[in-house]
C-alpha cells in the first residue's frame, strides 16, 4: 500500500468518526504534542513521514491483541511501582495488573520505547521498525526508573500518579448490575455513582462529567473500563478514564493537557470524586 492510499485510508476512517460523534470532532491531534510530524509540537519530531496518525494506530497489520483498536504500537508488561506501594490508608480499592488501556498508553510513557517504534512503518511494506530513530527517542525519566526488584531489569515508577487498573470507588458495581446509574453500594462513599449501558453485548461504565448529557456516554465523561482480573466483569479507573489522547486543545483552542474535560475548578476530580 503506497503513503497515498495509507492516508486516503485513515482519512476516510477519520471522516466516519468525525460524521457519528460530534463530542469526537471537536478533539485536536494535528499540531498537538501528540503529532510527531514537523508540523506538530511534540516534545520530538520528525521530517520523513507527514502521517500523524500512523505513530499509534494502523490500518493493516494491527495488534490484535491491543486493548485499542488498529493498535501499531508495541506492548510489552512491565513491572512497575504503584500508587498502592505508598501504603496510602484512604486507598480501599483492589487493584489488577497494569493492563487494558492504559498499557497503550505505557507503550509510549514508559520511559524506555521510543515513540515511534510501530508495527508497520509507512511506505508499502510490513514490518517492525523505528520511524526515524535519527529523530525520535525514548520519553526517558516519564515514569521514572526505580531499582530494580529481583528478578526484573526494568520495574518504573506509577508511585506519584494517581492509581490505574483499580476498580472505581472501591468495588461493588458489576457486570450484573442492570443498565443506568448504580442504585447499589460503592466500596468507597465518597465517589459519585457511576452508570451502565450494554454495547454489543459488553457493559460499559462511565461517570458523568458536568456540561455534557446526563445517563450518555461521551467522550468528555470520565470514562470507566471493564476488567474481569478480580473474578467479575467490573468497572476498573485507567489512564483513559481521565486522559483523551486526541484531545490536545479543548473547543476554546486552551490547552488541556489532553484531558477528557477542563479541569477548571478542579472539575475532572470532582466528576468522579465528591468533594
Known amino acids: ?115 515511534d517504534v510501530v508495527l508497520n512503518a509507512p511506505g508499502s511494506g510490513l514490518g517492525t521498525g523505528q520511524i526515524d530513530p535519527g529523530a525520535i527517542s525514548a520519553m526517558t525519566g516519564t515514569p521514572i526508573p526505580v531499582v530494580a526488584s529481583a528478578g526484573d531489569a526494568t520495574p518504573f515508577d506509577l508511585s506519584n500518579d494517581h492509581p490505574v487498573s483499580m476498580q472505581y470507588g472501591g468495588g461493588g458495581a458489576t457486570a450484573g448490575d442492570p443498565v443506568g446509574t448504580f442504585t447499589g453500594t460503592l466500596g468507597d462513599p465518597d465517589f459519585r455513582d457511576p452508570v451502565k449501558a450494554e454495547l454489543n453485548g459488553q457493559s460499559i461504565w462511565w461517570v458523568d462529567s458536568a456540561g455534557g448529557t446526563t445517563g450518555t456516554r461521551e467522550k468528555t465523561d470520565m470514562l470507566l473500563y471493564t476488567r474481569s482480573d478480580l473474578g467479575t466483569a467490573e468497572p476498573f479507573v485507567e489512564c483513559g478514564s481521565c486522559h483523551d489522547p486526541h484531545n490536545g486543545a479543548n473547543a476554546a483552542g486552551t490547552q488541556v493537557s489532553f484531558l477528557r474535560t477542563s479541569n477548571a475548578a478542579s472539575a475532572v476530580c470532582t466528576a468522579c470524586h465528591t468533594k
Open 1 to 115: 500500500m503506497t503513503n497515498k492510499l495509507r492516508t486516503l485510508g485513515l482519512l476516510a476512517c477519520s471522516g466516519l468518526l468525525f460524521a457519528a460523534s460530534p463530542v469526537f470532532a471537536q478533539g485536536v491531534i494535528l499540531g498537538s504534542k501528540h503529532d510527531f510530524t514537523s508540523t506538530g509540537s511534540a516534545q520530538q519530531t520528525t521530517t520523513l513521514t507527514d502521517e500523524v496518525c500512523v505513530f499509534c494506530h494502523t490500518p493493516h497489520g494491527a495488534d490484535t491483541n491491543a486493548p485499542v483498536p488498529l493498535w501499531n504500537k508495541v506492548i510489552t508488561t512491565r513491572s512497575f511501582n504503584r500508587y498502592s506501594t505508598l501504603s496510602t490508608p484512604t486507598f480501599d480499592s483492589q487493584e489488577a495488573p497494569v493492563g487494558s488501556v492504559s498499557l497503550a498508553c505505557l507503550s509510549c510513557h514508559d520511559g524506555v520505547q521510543a515513540m
